[in-house]
């Protein structure tokens, strides 16, 4: 039986592997080819195994998979009777898989021609778009939370990394929501003290402590959140919104400086000013003198 395997591993080797080499060998483009293809084959098998995961189909894929090996295993060993069962089975199979995921072959089918499709592929939303939507609902959650004069410290980090900031609080890495957000602020729940940061459209942390300006840098006046809004945004070019929580009137801070008793349009303008135009400006303009650097190297 080893033999018989044996005999049928050289003659996949003899017949295919080494077929396949001479051609690469005679057509070195087509190796090109081949790691294109195997490159998509692998990107689309993690594809699928992510969107499995952790769902009920993951475990009838895992159930799938032993099938497969225990019928390959009964066939090496020649164990007929179990290897017929499990082939004809095998047969009839895909349309038992149609039946069993139903469900979610309907909505990967809804989804072409969808932004869904791109979303698979990893071709998200125009960066640009999703940072202006996300915008729109914190300045709803912060609008909310201020006519419930609900005290709260979001921070948003821009260029400036500050994962010491985000380590020191509960990490969340979720998707923003201005219904989350609320729920976050709600007084003497776990996660209302402290700052929530975000970065790179999402919630990265909540509870998070930052660094408190000095007594001499803002009026006694304002509170440990005012102070804490300012300190971080001194101490890196994060800006900071802050709702006070006795007179609900909403702050930011940004370069060490408080603009005080901002109304939404104010907010909203400053956020979009600030985070989108001259961000993705400098980053076109970048972009562009680049693309005029290669273009002088060519013409010389």
């Known amino acids: 039986m080893i033999n018989e395997f044996g005999i049928k591993l050289y003659g996949l080797y003899e017949g295919t592997i080494l077929k396949y080499w001479d051609a690469l060998v005679q ?3 087509q190796l090109i080819i081949l790691i294109i293809d195997l490159a998509v084959v692998i990107y689309l098998i993690y594809k699928m195994l992510n ?6 189909a993951w475990q009838l894929l895992k159930g799938i998979l032993l099938l497969i090996a225990v019928t390959w295993l009964s066939g090496v ?35 072409l021609g969808t932004n869904k499709i791109s979303r698979f592929f990893g071709i998200d939303k125009d960066v640009e778009t999703k940072t202006k939507e996300n915008i729109y609902k914190i300045v709803l959650a912060v609008v909310e939370l201020s006519k419930a004069r609900t005290g709260a410290l979001i921070v948003f980090a821009r260029d400036i990394k500050i ?31 402290g700052a929530v940061i ?20 803002i009026s006694r006046e304002l509170g440990t959140r005012h102070r804490a809004a300012i300190g971080i945004s001194k101490e890196s070019d994060a800006l900071a919104i802050v709702v006070s929580e006795e007179t609900g009137k909403i702050s930011i801070a ?3 400086t408080l603009i005080a008793d901002l109304k939404e349009d104010n907010l909203k303008k400053i956020l979009i000013k600030n985070i989108i135009a001259d961000r993705f400006n400098n980053n076109e303009k970048k972009y562009k003198e680049r693309i005029k650097k290669i273009r002088q190297k060519i013409s010389k």
Do not use: C, W
Request: glycine share 4%; net charge negative.
């Open 77 to 111: 060993l020649k164990l007929n009777v179990l290897n017929f069962i499990l082939t004809s089975f095998m047969t009839y199979g895909v349309i038992l898989l149609i039946v069993i995921f139903q469900p979610e072959l309907r909505r990967a089918l809804e989804g």
């Open 51 to 56: 969107l499995v995961k952790d769902t009920r």
């Open 198 to 217: 975000i970065e790179d459209n999402k919630i990265k942390a909540a509870a998070a402590m930052l660094p408190l300006a000095s007594d001499k840098d």
């Open 27 to 29: 057509n070195p483009f």
């Open 254 to 256: 940004k370069d060490g």
């Open 163 to 193: 994962n010491d900031i985000i380590s020191t609080g509960v990490i969340m890495d979720s998707e923003i929501s201005h219904q989350l957000l609320v729920n976050i602020f709600v007084p003497k729940t776990p996660l209302h003290d």
